[in-house]
């Protein structure tokens, strides 16, 4: 497969909430950062997803996959893609654009996704009126990154736990 093809198919697998398909793709030590969750590492970036892929039933999350392309600079292995994300969050909806930047290694496996989104606009929708006045303040941007951070190792411990006693 293609570098665009294994993102093609990750995305797909995103877009149907096939964690497994997902986890698949990516190497053990995949990295994956974003404004909320600005550097995750192996079990904590391939955990996120299967959060946000379990959370999906509550949150009434879809992911709608805008565009795929292969990179002019390095085609066999750096992808551009844009995708959508649209879900609840605490009650309130959010849509969110996001642009990502994929690397692909030789073996076809996902190393890192580096998505970008317009932070302000997610807060704005998020988190109301706090998230429409101080969007753009650092502060902010580090609270959510705290409490996603702590949402995630939670969600790690729980998964841990589920899996051993299974």
Known sequence: MSAKE???KYLTAYTQLDYATMESLTT???VFEDPAFPHLEGEHARGMFKMFIQ???KTGAKFTVVEVNSSEDDPSHKVTAKYDASYNFE????VNHMSSVFLVNNDGKIEKQVDTFDFSAWASQ???IIGMLFGSFG???AQVQKRGADRLEAFLR???EERTAN
């Open 6 to 8: 294994v993102v093609q």
């Open 28 to 30: 053990d030590n995949f």
């Open 55 to 57: 959370g999906a039933p």
């Open 91 to 94: 009650g309130r909806p959010v």
């Open 126 to 128: 998020a988190l109301g």
């Open 139 to 141: 502060f902010l941007r």
């Open 158 to 160: 729980r998964d841990r």
